[in-house]
Structures are given as structure tokens and as C-alpha cells.
């Protein structure tokens, strides 16, 4: 018993930096669970249960985000300062601006994935990010998903 529950404490002490080498799995689920609660209960409803934190929305290795196709954010769960800002002009560490190819192969192909590098907020050092992109409607829904130095 004791070992089970040291076990338990372990990994869950460790969640919060629990990135695997590849969760794009999650980051798409996490994406299409958005689109889904969207087509359920609106746009509006998503956006505020995002800005809100609900767990539904946010798991150790991704959480959702919800763009305009102008580039303003209109729901962010982790960094709420960005919400209603428009961050697009803003690069990477290596100068790539991510955000307007997000954008931009949002409106001309639909969905797919860009890669990156960003602070991770979780071990404050810049890491390869990966982010799934789809745009639903008249909002582009997102998930990143960090893969280490």
C-alpha cells in the first residue's frame, strides 16, 4: 500500500511536467473536444469556458485556445492578459512569426500543425512547441504541445 500511494504522489507531483515525446494525440482531441462544445453550445459558451480554466479544457500536457481570424485572442486559459489582443506581429525565440502561419494556413487549408519555439511556462526555459490548429466557423480553435529543448 505504502508503495502504491508513493507511486500515486510521484506521478502526480510530476504531471505538471508530464510531456511525453509526442502527445499530438492529445492536442488534436483537445481541439476537437473544443469543436464539439462549440457546435453543442455555441461559440461564445466555449470562449467562456475556456477563459474560465474548466478542466475540460486544460490538461497537463495541452490546453485549448481560441483565436479570431485577425490574429486577437479571444480566449486563453493559461496567460488571460493576451485575451483580446492581437499577438500576431510577435515571434518566436528564432524569430518565426507563428502566429500568422497559424493564421494564414488556418484560412487556406483548414487544420494542420506549426512548429516553434516558446517559453514553456511550466520550466521557464524556451522549448520546441508544436501547435494543431483548426479553423471552425469564425474562430481558429488550438493546442500546443511542448517537446523539450
Known amino acids: 500500500m505504502k508503495f502504491a500511494a508513493a507511486l500515486i504522489s510521484a506521478v502526480t507531483l510530476a504531471a505538471p ?67 483580446g489582443k492581437n499577438a500576431v506581429p510577435l515571434p518566436d525565440a528564432d524569430g518565426k512569426l507563428f502566429r ?12 494542420g500543425w506549426v512548429d516553434y519555439r516558446y517559453n514553456n511556462p511550466q520550466t521557464g526555459v524556451i522549448e520546441k512547441k508544436s501547435t494543431y490548429f483548426l479553423k471552425n466557423g469564425d474562430v481558429i480553435l488550438e493546442a500546443g504541445i511542448y517537446k523539450g529543448k
Open 17 to 83: 511536467y508530464a510531456y511525453a515525446a509526442d502527445d499530438s494525440a492529445a492536442a488534436i482531441a483537445m481541439v476537437d473536444k473544443g469543436v464539439a462544445y462549440m457546435q453543442k453550445n455555441g461559440k461564445d459558451a466555449l470562449i467562456k469556458e475556456v477563459n474560465a480554466k474548466n478542466p475540460e479544457f486544460v490538461t497537463a500536457t495541452t490546453y485549448l485556445t481560441v483565436r479570431a481570424p485577425d490574429g486577437t485572442q479571444l480566449a486563453h486559459p493559461t496567460n488571460p492578459k493576451l485575451v
Open 100 to 111: 500568422k502561419e497559424i493564421i494564414d494556413r488556418a484560412q487556406k487549408e483548414g487544420k
